[in-house]
Protein backbone atom coordinates (compact mmCIF):
# COMPACT_ATOMS: atom_id res chain seq x y z
CA UNK A 1 0.00 0.00 0.00
CA UNK A 2 1.06 3.63 -0.79
CA UNK A 3 2.49 6.20 1.55
CA UNK A 4 -0.08 8.49 2.92
CA UNK A 5 0.50 11.67 2.13
CA UNK A 6 -1.09 14.29 5.38
CA UNK A 7 -1.06 17.16 7.14
CA UNK A 8 -0.45 17.63 11.02
CA UNK A 9 -2.51 20.43 12.62
CA UNK A 10 -1.37 20.74 16.35
CA UNK A 11 -3.74 22.83 18.96
CA UNK A 12 -3.02 23.08 22.23
CA UNK A 13 -6.79 23.37 22.86
CA UNK A 14 -7.75 20.09 21.39
CA UNK A 15 -8.07 17.41 23.67
CA UNK A 16 -9.02 14.40 20.99
CA UNK A 17 -7.14 13.54 17.85
CA UNK A 18 -9.34 13.44 14.59
CA UNK A 19 -8.57 12.92 10.92
CA UNK A 20 -10.35 13.94 8.25
CA UNK A 21 -10.32 13.30 4.14
CA UNK A 22 -11.05 16.69 2.35
CA UNK A 23 -13.29 17.01 -0.96
CA UNK A 24 -9.66 17.87 -2.93
CA UNK A 25 -8.78 14.46 -1.36
CA UNK A 26 -5.77 16.13 1.34
CA UNK A 27 -5.83 14.56 4.94
CA UNK A 28 -5.68 16.30 7.47
CA UNK A 29 -4.73 14.87 11.59
CA UNK A 30 -5.96 17.35 14.42
CA UNK A 31 -4.08 16.51 17.68
CA UNK A 32 -3.42 17.97 20.43
CA UNK A 33 -0.44 20.08 21.00
CA UNK A 34 1.86 18.04 22.83
CA UNK A 35 1.28 14.49 20.85
CA UNK A 36 4.24 13.15 18.63
CA UNK A 37 5.06 12.31 15.20
CA UNK A 38 5.47 9.09 15.86
CA UNK A 39 2.14 9.08 17.92
CA UNK A 40 0.53 10.76 14.88
CA UNK A 41 1.89 8.31 12.06
CA UNK A 42 0.20 5.13 14.57
CA UNK A 43 -2.87 6.68 14.28
CA UNK A 44 -2.78 7.10 10.52
CA UNK A 45 -1.90 3.40 10.29
CA UNK A 46 -4.55 2.60 12.16
CA UNK A 47 -6.69 4.31 10.15
CA UNK A 48 -5.10 3.62 6.97
CA UNK A 49 -7.97 1.03 5.34
CA UNK A 50 -10.71 3.81 6.74
CA UNK A 51 -8.49 6.92 5.01
CA UNK A 52 -8.10 4.46 1.96
CA UNK A 53 -11.76 3.75 1.73
CA UNK A 54 -12.60 7.80 1.81
CA UNK A 55 -9.69 8.86 -0.60
CA UNK A 56 -11.75 6.20 -3.50
CA UNK A 57 -15.33 7.10 -2.44
CA UNK A 58 -16.84 6.76 -6.37
CA UNK A 59 -19.68 9.26 -5.43
CA UNK A 60 -17.82 11.55 -3.22
CA UNK A 61 -14.47 12.36 -5.56
CA UNK A 62 -16.09 11.16 -9.12
CA UNK A 63 -14.14 13.70 -12.25
CA UNK A 64 -16.49 16.17 -13.78
CA UNK A 65 -17.39 15.82 -17.38
CA UNK A 66 -17.78 20.21 -17.92
CA UNK A 67 -15.81 22.53 -16.71
CA UNK A 68 -17.15 23.98 -13.24
CA UNK A 69 -19.06 26.82 -13.37
CA UNK A 70 -21.83 28.61 -14.74
CA UNK A 71 -22.01 32.19 -17.17
CA UNK A 72 -23.80 34.71 -15.59
CA UNK A 73 -26.06 35.63 -19.09
CA UNK A 74 -29.43 36.02 -19.79
CA UNK A 75 -31.19 32.60 -19.70
CA UNK A 76 -28.84 30.66 -17.48
CA UNK A 77 -29.76 29.11 -14.24
CA UNK A 78 -28.46 29.53 -10.43
CA UNK A 79 -29.11 27.53 -7.88
CA UNK A 80 -30.80 29.04 -4.46
CA UNK A 81 -32.38 26.55 -1.55
CA UNK A 82 -32.37 23.60 -4.18
CA UNK A 83 -34.60 25.14 -6.91
CA UNK A 84 -32.75 26.47 -10.50
CA UNK A 85 -33.85 30.17 -11.22
CA UNK A 86 -33.16 32.31 -14.49
CA UNK A 87 -30.77 34.63 -14.49
CA UNK A 88 -31.84 37.89 -16.50
CA UNK A 89 -29.39 40.51 -16.80
CA UNK A 90 -31.54 44.18 -16.56
CA UNK A 91 -32.01 46.94 -14.74
CA UNK A 92 -33.08 46.74 -11.34
CA UNK A 93 -34.77 49.39 -8.69
CA UNK A 94 -32.05 48.98 -5.95
CA UNK A 95 -29.39 49.25 -8.62
CA UNK A 96 -28.40 45.38 -6.83
CA UNK A 97 -29.23 41.31 -7.44
CA UNK A 98 -32.48 41.00 -6.74
CA UNK A 99 -35.01 37.62 -6.26
CA UNK A 100 -38.28 37.15 -7.35
CA UNK A 101 -38.69 33.51 -8.91
CA UNK A 102 -35.46 34.65 -10.64
CA UNK A 103 -32.71 36.15 -10.64
CA UNK A 104 -32.04 40.00 -11.76
CA UNK A 105 -28.61 40.77 -12.10
CA UNK A 106 -28.03 44.84 -12.83
CA UNK A 107 -26.30 45.69 -16.38
CA UNK A 108 -24.19 47.84 -14.46
CA UNK A 109 -22.52 45.23 -13.22
CA UNK A 110 -21.60 43.37 -16.28
CA UNK A 111 -18.54 43.29 -16.09
CA UNK A 112 -18.34 41.65 -12.09
CA UNK A 113 -21.45 39.68 -12.45
CA UNK A 114 -20.32 36.79 -10.94
CA UNK A 115 -18.83 39.07 -7.91
CA UNK A 116 -22.44 40.43 -7.42
CA UNK A 117 -23.91 37.56 -7.42
CA UNK A 118 -21.96 35.70 -5.24
CA UNK A 119 -21.96 38.61 -2.76
CA UNK A 120 -26.13 38.20 -2.73
CA UNK A 121 -25.64 34.51 -1.91
CA UNK A 122 -22.95 35.42 1.03
CA UNK A 123 -25.62 38.37 2.15
CA UNK A 124 -28.45 35.31 2.03
CA UNK A 125 -26.66 33.29 3.60
CA UNK A 126 -25.99 35.79 6.86
CA UNK A 127 -29.64 36.25 6.60
CA UNK A 128 -30.90 32.34 6.60
CA UNK A 129 -28.34 30.33 7.76
CA UNK A 130 -27.28 32.11 10.93
CA UNK A 131 -30.44 32.48 13.09
CA UNK A 132 -30.67 28.70 12.03
CA UNK A 133 -27.84 28.09 13.78
CA UNK A 134 -29.23 29.44 17.07
CA UNK A 135 -32.17 27.99 16.92
CA UNK A 136 -30.89 24.35 16.31
CA UNK A 137 -28.01 25.01 19.51
CA UNK A 138 -31.09 25.65 21.43
CA UNK A 139 -32.64 22.37 20.23
CA UNK A 140 -29.56 20.45 20.90
CA UNK A 141 -28.41 22.41 24.35
CA UNK A 142 -25.41 23.16 22.80
CA UNK A 143 -23.20 26.16 23.79
CA UNK A 144 -21.14 27.75 20.80
CA UNK A 145 -18.97 31.30 20.86
CA UNK A 146 -19.78 32.31 17.38
CA UNK A 147 -21.04 31.41 14.45
CA UNK A 148 -19.80 32.95 10.85
CA UNK A 149 -20.71 32.53 7.27
CA UNK A 150 -17.41 31.22 5.43
CA UNK A 151 -15.53 31.03 1.90
CA UNK A 152 -14.29 27.95 1.97
CA UNK A 153 -14.65 25.31 -0.85
CA UNK A 154 -13.92 21.71 -0.06
CA UNK A 155 -15.99 22.09 3.52
CA UNK A 156 -19.89 22.75 4.29
CA UNK A 157 -18.79 23.54 7.60
CA UNK A 158 -16.63 23.46 10.81
CA UNK A 159 -16.24 23.14 14.25
CA UNK A 160 -13.07 24.66 16.14
CA UNK A 161 -11.53 24.03 19.03
CA UNK A 162 -12.69 27.21 20.16
CA UNK A 163 -15.77 26.39 20.06
CA UNK A 164 -16.58 29.04 17.01
CA UNK A 165 -18.77 27.25 13.70
CA UNK A 166 -18.40 27.99 10.40
CA UNK A 167 -20.41 27.09 7.34
CA UNK A 168 -19.88 27.52 3.67
CA UNK A 169 -21.69 30.34 2.11
CA UNK A 170 -22.20 27.91 -0.91
CA UNK A 171 -24.61 25.82 1.07
CA UNK A 172 -27.34 28.86 0.86
CA UNK A 173 -27.30 27.15 -2.57
CA UNK A 174 -28.34 23.72 -0.99
CA UNK A 175 -32.17 22.43 0.25
CA UNK A 176 -32.99 23.65 3.51
CA UNK A 177 -33.13 20.40 5.03
CA UNK A 178 -29.80 19.89 3.46
CA UNK A 179 -28.85 23.67 5.20
CA UNK A 180 -30.20 21.89 8.32
CA UNK A 181 -28.50 18.96 8.13
CA UNK A 182 -25.11 20.31 8.09
CA UNK A 183 -25.89 23.24 10.64
CA UNK A 184 -26.71 19.91 13.55
CA UNK A 185 -23.82 18.01 12.63
CA UNK A 186 -21.66 20.56 13.29
CA UNK A 187 -22.91 21.76 16.58
CA UNK A 188 -22.96 18.09 17.04
CA UNK A 189 -19.55 18.19 17.58
CA UNK A 190 -19.69 20.45 20.56
CA UNK A 191 -21.30 17.44 22.46
CA UNK A 192 -19.22 14.49 20.69
CA UNK A 193 -16.43 15.40 18.89
CA UNK A 194 -15.59 12.17 16.72
CA UNK A 195 -18.10 10.48 14.79
CA UNK A 196 -18.86 8.00 16.95
CA UNK A 197 -22.22 6.23 17.20
CA UNK A 198 -23.32 8.36 19.68
CA UNK A 199 -22.80 11.84 17.60
CA UNK A 200 -24.72 10.38 14.60
CA UNK A 201 -27.44 8.86 17.25
CA UNK A 202 -27.33 13.00 18.23
CA UNK A 203 -27.64 14.29 14.68
CA UNK A 204 -30.37 11.80 13.56
CA UNK A 205 -32.65 12.82 16.85
CA UNK A 206 -32.71 16.09 15.19
CA UNK A 207 -32.68 15.58 11.59
CA UNK A 208 -34.84 12.65 10.57
CA UNK A 209 -33.68 13.42 6.63
CA UNK A 210 -30.46 12.50 7.86
CA UNK A 211 -29.58 9.70 5.36
CA UNK A 212 -31.44 11.61 2.52
CA UNK A 213 -29.77 15.40 3.15
CA UNK A 214 -26.53 12.98 3.10
CA UNK A 215 -26.97 11.85 0.22
CA UNK A 216 -28.09 14.68 -1.74
CA UNK A 217 -24.71 16.02 -0.76
CA UNK A 218 -23.15 13.48 -2.56
CA UNK A 219 -24.61 13.82 -5.60
CA UNK A 220 -25.09 17.16 -6.00
CA UNK A 221 -21.83 18.19 -3.87
CA UNK A 222 -19.54 19.45 -6.61
CA UNK A 223 -22.07 21.59 -8.09
CA UNK A 224 -22.60 23.69 -5.02
CA UNK A 225 -18.61 24.05 -4.86
CA UNK A 226 -18.93 25.94 -7.97
CA UNK A 227 -19.05 30.03 -7.77
CA UNK A 228 -22.76 30.45 -9.33
Given at each position: ?????????R???????T??????RS?I??V???????????????????I??????PQK????????G?E?????????????Y?I????????????????K??????????E??????????????????????????????A????D????????T??????????L??A??????????????????????T????I????I???????????????I??E??
Amino acid sequence: MKRLEFQTVRSPRRKKATISVERDRSVIVRVPQETTDEEVQRLIDAKRYWIHGKLSHPQKYQDRLHPPGKEVVNGESALYLGSEYRIELTETASGGVEFDDGFKVPLVHQVKRREVLKDWYYARAVEIILPCVERRAKDLGANFKAAKIVDNKYRWGSCTVRDNVNFNWRLIKAPMFVVDYVIVHELAHLLEANHTTRFWGIIRAQITSMDKAKAWLKEHGQILEEEV
